[in-house]
């Protein structure tokens, strides 16, 4: 089955500085690469997701780069504010996909003031 | 703000105690999903209904019961579970086809 490898497990950056998660996958299949939010108390909320048939999705400060033949994806965030401190979660689906997502094992992001 | 509204938003039972916990979704979508989360980890997947019909179960204990009554709602029924059962358990729904998940903000769950 597939597997997700997410780093780092936990990055501090400093307000208006820029973060950046990477994560690789096994399964040269995968072809959707979501990413997901999860603050305390909340349940995971998609924030950008990108198909196997594009490099480079952007918005506004969030943006995702996928590189298919070395299997590994990354998520970019511009400018960061106190409120994009989270947990974020990459993932993969395989086809056919109905058993849901592969998940990374969480990166846990923290803005410095 | 989800479209996926899940209650109650924190409880706790015992371990002989019988609870259910409740998903409902206005999307449309007609795959809905239970998944169970334990603290500083990924989701982990335990039952798929499509079609309210149960499609995929992960070797989830039987003292978890996943009951779907129709397109819009998705209960999970709690009996005899025991303290390394208490988690955050997350409803998600996809559509319209199966890549983008859309999850609830959870029931977090304490097993005394």
């Known amino acids: 089955g597939e597997n997700v490898e997410q780093h780092p497990s936990t990055l501090s950056v400093q307000e208006g500085d820029s973060a950046v998660i990477k994560c690789t996958y096994s399964?040269?299949?995968?072809?959707?690469f979501p990413w997901y939010k999860q603050e305390l108390g909340k349940g995971p909320q998609l924030i950008i997701d990108?198909?196997?048939?594009?490099g480079e999705k952007k918005d506004q400060r969030i943006a995702v780069t996928l590189n298919k033949t070395a299997k590994h994806f990354s998520l970019h965030i511009t400018e960061t504010q106190p409120e994009d401190s989270a947990v974020y979660f990459c993932a993969a689906r395989t086809p056919p996909g109905a058993d849901g997502l592969t998940f990374g094992k969480g990166t846990h992001l923290i803005i410095q003031p | 703000d989800t479209e996926v509204t899940q209650t109650p938003k924190h409880l706790v039972m015992g371990m002989t105690n019988k609870k259910s916990l409740k998903c409902e979704q206005h999307m449309g979508h007609r795959a809905m999903y239970w998944y169970k989360q334990k603290a500083k980890k990924p989701p982990e997947l335990m039952f798929v209904y499509s079609y309210e019909k149960l499609s995929i179960n992960e070797s989830v204990p039987s003292r978890f019961s996943p009951e779907c009554p129709n397109s819009s709602l998705l209960n999970l029924h709690l009996h005899a579970l025991q303290p390394e059962d208490s988690a955050l358990y997350l409803c998600a729904t996809s559509g319209p086809g199966p890549e983008k998940l859309f999850f609830g903000s959870g029931t977090q769950l304490s097993v005394l």
């Open positions: 990108i198909r196997s048939n594009v």
């Open positions: 399964d040269s299949a995968s072809n959707y």
